[in-house]
């Protein structure tokens, strides 16, 4: 399978502590994004980060690449309950094949406790 | 600008019915892809269209059908429902060329009785 895997599943913390969540994939890829889903809900675009980038910040966000692993990384500083939702991370492969398509991981349930 | 928009947000259907789904992107946008989220497969890709043509399609039955407009609406389409397609239907927008970077709207829930 080409899916992303994120580790862990479920992630519990307290509110003010930081979440780092990871994401592996297999093959090589043009970039790697980040979403979060509220509980049933559409899927909200947090990151978008670039094969040859490394690390990329938006907010209380950071995402980090290694190629070399294939794995790529959330941190989310000073959580808050709002938080509390599902991550994914979703692979945009190099092959032709993929045009249009991304491959999303089971995702991590953070939840953040007030 | 405004984002993706999906109608119809909520849908019931029976066994054996059809239903259509609509999804506008982003103004501007020339991809659309459709994706089906169920709690035991998560995110499955069903199929992509730019520019009116179907570039790219899952391993989705052929029940599962879509097309798009010259306006880049796209519309999917689940003919002969099953109680398996109960699911949240997502549709997201792309307009990069290089990047394909995604957009989702609040999705379509379809539960078939």
């Known amino acids: 399978s080409q899916q992303g895997e994120e580790d862990p599943q479920a992630l519990s913390i307290q509110e003010g502590e930081n979440a780092t969540m990871n994401c592996s994939y297999k093959?090589?890829?043009?970039?790697l994004q980040w979403y979060r889903q509220n509980s049933g809900r559409g899927l909200v675009h947090l990151i978008l980060?670039?094969?040859?980038?490394r690390e990329k910040h938006s907010g209380r966000l950071r995402v980090t690449l290694d190629t070399s692993k294939k794995s790529s990384s959330l941190l989310i500083t000073a959580s808050r309950a709002a938080d509390t939702a599902s991550y994914f991370c979703?692979?945009?492969?190099?092959?032709?094949?993929?045009?249009?398509?991304?491959?999303f991981g089971r995702g991590t349930q953070l939840t953040v406790w007030p | 600008k405004a984002g993706v928009t999906q109608t119809p947000r909520y849908l019931i259907k029976t066994r054996g019915q059809q239903v259509t789904l609509s999804c506008s992107p982003i103004?501007?946008?020339?991809?659309v892809s459709w994706y089906q989220q169920t709690p035991g497969q998560g995110l499955q890709f069903l199929f992509e269209?730019?520019?009116?043509?179907?570039?790219n399609k899952g391993n989705f039955p052929g029940r599962f059908s879509g097309r798009q407009f010259s306006n880049s609406r796209s519309e999917m389409n689940v003919s002969t429902l099953e109680l398996g397609d109960s699911a949240l239907y997502l549709c997201?927008?792309?307009?990069?060329?290089?990047?394909?970077?995604?957009?989702f709207g609040p999705g379509t829930r379809l539960t078939v009785l």
């Open positions: 093959t090589s890829i043009n970039n």
């Open positions: 997201a927008s792309s307009g990069g060329v290089v990047y394909n970077e995604q957009f």
């Open positions: 103004s501007g946008h020339r991809s």
């Open positions: 269209y730019f520019s009116e043509t179907q570039r």
């Open positions: 980060i670039r094969s040859n980038e």
């Open positions: 979703a692979t945009d492969y190099r092959r032709g094949s993929t045009l249009g398509r991304l491959y």
